[in-house]
């Protein structure tokens, strides 16, 4: 065979190895895109990412130590509900977090600024108390330091505005207290004394404006950012229950205001219904009694279906009472803040999952998040307690933008990370 006959053959083979190569690797048809999965931006392990225009931020910061919720608004406003610190001598109550040595104060303090919007200006516009004791104001102590110009203990509430200032404080008897019987605190003088002295320091020499919580108002608590007004009509806060009074429909189909003197403070606690877009969620402190009768009407007339619900008084026993169940108080998500391995109540718990109340029984789909860490009630009743979804940490609600629907994540509380322990699945408002 001469040179160029194989040369031939030498060419015809390559070309017959590159169309088979070019065959072979060729795409045959285009699939179909996939539909993204429903998974969170953010995994666990990972840092919980920071708000941002249109989202609704209920952040429940645990210190076990007392309650305190930071909301950060569709618009950016901000508001923080109790910054209680108490000290307790009752061997079962949770461990102080992140550490024993960083007072409760600080805990709510440092996690706020860390999630604090930078339209913010470094202040928070609402601080609300939902009533007087320790637990959600403070507790006095000799431990505690003094302020040197206001002469009141720096703890809880007034240990907060020294981290983060506010602008508008909100309680349940500005600006009289002692002088109005109606909204005179019934328990915890001292306590509540220190608080007042604060309160009335801080609005007449520091720029705070002071207002009493009024019930049947939804202007209370305004959006203030400088996009405000795209949410109006899609946002709005207003306040159901408070002083024992509350806000229901009449025989007549009109709302009004059943006004009851408290006979406890937790049945003074001051309370709210907070909806975006579809999302519905109240809050209430520590209510109990008689106006928890009122929550539970209110919810009755004017709440086709609950996304979110911070439970009633740590979920005691005393926290669901007759009404409640009558109507079949039934939110989709509940977190529950509590310090005390009694908290939140067995029987209780084991009612809402199973749906058999003493009085009255429904079932619902329900997720329950606790903040506290697990101890010796949650091991003795394993069963129970495998029920709930997630616990041990902060707890943060998070609504989309539009309020359609929100995630739930639990935050590592044992240092100032904020890494994300877990996070649920999407839930779809209704």
């Not at 645990?62 to 910054?83: H, K, Q």
């Not at 960083?102 to 928070?124: D, N, R, V, W």
């Not at 749906?355 to 903040?371: A, H, I, M, P, R």
Request: with cysteine; charged share 20%; net charge negative.
């Amino acid at each position: 065979m001469n040179k160029a006959i194989f040369k031939y053959f030498c060419l015809a083979a390559l070309l017959v190895v590159a169309c088979s190569h070019n065959e072979e690797t060729k795409p045959k048809d285009n699939p179909k895109p996939q539909e993204p999965e429903d998974k969170p931006e953010t995994q666990t392990g990972e840092i919980m990412p920071a708000w941002s225009e249109g989202n609704l931020d209920i952040h429940f910061i645990n210190s076990g130590r007392g309650e305190c919720t930071f909301y950060i608004l569709p618009d950016g406003t901000t508001m923080v509900v109790d910054a209680g610190e108490f000290f307790p001598t009752d061997p079962t109550a949770q461990p102080q977090r992140p550490n024993a040595s960083t007072p409760a104060y600080k805990t709510f303090g440092t996690y706020i600024k860390h999630f604090l919007p930078a339209s913010s200006g470094g202040k928070i516009d609402y601080m609300m108390l939902t009533h007087f004791h320790i637990d959600h104001m403070g507790e006095m102590s000799s431990s505690n330091a003094i302020h040197p110009e206001g002469g009141y203990q720096i703890v809880g509430v007034s240990g907060l505005f020294e981290e983060v200032p506010f602008r508008n404080l909100i309680d349940r008897g500005y600006p009289t207290y002692e002088e109005d019987s109606y909204t005179f605190p019934t328990s915890e003088s001292e306590s509540t004394q220190n608080y007042i002295k604060f309160a009335k320091y801080v609005t007449s020499k520091k720029g705070v404006t002071g207002e009493r919580f009024q019930v049947g108002s939804e202007t209370q608590f305004k959006l203030l950012g400088a996009t405000k007004d795209t949410y109006e009509g899609k946002f709005r806060l207003f306040n159901h229950v408070g002083n024992g009074d509350g806000y229901y429909k009449g025989s007549n189909g009109e709302g009004f205001v059943d006004r009851r003197k408290p006979s406890t403070e937790n049945g003074a606690s001051c309370g709210f219904h907070l909806q975006y877009g579809k999302f519905d969620f109240i809050a209430a402190g520590d209510l109990v009694s008689v106006a928890q009768n009122f929550q539970a009407y209110y919810y009755r007339d004017y709440v086709s279906y609950l996304e979110g619900f911070k439970s009633n008084h740590h979920l005691s026993a005393n926290s669901w009472g007759g009404q409640m169940q009558k109507y079949a108080f039934s939110p989709r998500v509940i977190v529950v803040q509590s310090f005390y391995e009694k908290q939140p109540d067995v029987d209780l718990l084991t009612s809402i999952f199973s749906g058999q109340f003493s009085s009255y029984n429904y079932t619902w789909e329900k997720d329950v998040y606790l903040t506290k860490s697990w101890d010796a009630k949650m091991e003795a009743n394993k069963d129970l307690f495998s029920k709930v979804k997630a616990y041990g940490g902060h707890v943060v609600i998070r609504v989309a933008p539009g309020g359609g629907s929100f995630r739930v994540y639990m935050l590592k509380d044992t240092d100032f990370s904020y890494e994300i322990k877990s996070v649920s699945d999407e839930y779809i408002c209704q």
